[in-house]
């Protein structure tokens, strides 16, 4: 592969892919080869774009960022109760122990965003005690239900 030329569309440093004509956005190198280019990332295989992605996770992380992630209390609700499902569902048992203890650290992270109020941590501890699973009844028919306000 010739270095300045993207593998899959051919464009190359004098002729980019132009992405957004209105605003003069051409694509750029994704890969330090410089043989690929941001516009055809889409095209990349899984293992492709998974080797690539990861590469960028161990770049990001190299960097010591931290993500500010601005949620109102709903949608930080939301999305603790959201990793409690996900880290109790059985695949995380025997497969992905990494990713739940990442899942596992954000969901504790959120949790403490709601140390003040005792009764939505208490409602948080239920969520990850199975003494307090419910087995849900189908939904009925012509009966309408309102999760949130």
């Known amino acids: 592969m010739l270095s300045g030329v993207c593998k899959i569309c051919g464009c190359s440093d004098g002729r980019g892919c132009v992405i957004d004509l209105a605003n003069d956005i051409i694509c750029e190198w994704v890969d330090d080869e410089h043989t690929l280019c941001s516009a ?11 080797d690539l992605a990861m590469r960028d996770m161990k770049t990001l992380h190299g960097m010591g960022l931290e993500l500010a ?69 189908p939904p009925c028919e012509n009966k309408s239900s309102l999760i949130l306000p």
């Open 40 to 50: 055809c990332v889409p095209k990349l295989d899984s293992k492709e774009l998974e």
């Open 69 to 137: 992630l601005p949620l109102t209390p709903i949608e930080a609700f939301c999305l603790q109760s959201g990793l409690q499902l996900a880290l109790r569902h059985p695949a995380l048992e025997t497969g992905e122990r990494a990713s739940a203890q990442v899942l596992g650290l954000i969901r504790t992270r959120l949790a403490e965003f709601f140390e003040a109020s005792p009764a939505i941590a208490e409602l948080i501890r239920r969520g990850g005690d199975p003494q307090f699973d419910a087995v849900l009844a």
